[in-house]
């Protein structure tokens, strides 16, 4: 004997496909490198930015970002070089230290 079908508000829906394995992180092809020199354009335009940029750089490669992308983006806020080291953007926050533990 079949068991009912629930239907209707809240039933939930289930699909007969079969199911394929996927890879936790998407594996995805980078572009080539651009050539030496424009990539030491690329490292001195990153690193006159300051700490903060940097790290923001090495953050969004650590999750995946295509290096040589984030590189040109980077490089395009050159011209708000100034605005951002007026406003602090160049320097990461200071650490704080929490002083306690379990009693």
Known sequence: MKKPRRTGRGAARVSRKKF????????RQSRQPPPELRLRRLAA???SFGERPLFEFLLELSR???PWE??????RLAPLRE???ANGGDKLPPLRII???AR
């Open 45 to 47: 335009e990153l690193h």
């Open 99 to 101: 002083e306690g533990g």
């Open 20 to 27: 394929t394995h996927s890879s936790p992180t998407p594996t």
């Open 83 to 85: 605005f951002i080291v």
């Open 70 to 75: 984030r590189l040109e983006a980077y490089a």
């Open 64 to 66: 995946g970002a295509d």
